[in-house]
């Protein structure tokens, strides 16, 4: 049986080691968050860069569109939009 000393040692350094394992959990947990913030910016960057590319492209369609074509050209241009804007967070 231990004695009361040896309990209390062995509480300290059972204490000790949730420490540094705590320690351990907020120093990956700043991390993480960190990577998945980083991720996020490179995902909007990525949709932001689409839109720049795409957008104009689609604009000189609509303006060259005539008619009926003109009509086909626009809802496909809302619809692209409608889903951009579901991108962005």
Known sequence: MKTESECIKSQASELKEWRVQTDLLVTVKGNTSAANEELMYALELDVLTVKQYTVPERMKKLEEASGDSRGTV????????????????
């Open 74 to 89: 626009k809802e496909s241009a809302d619809e692209d939009w409608k889903g951009w804007g579901m991108l962005i967070y």
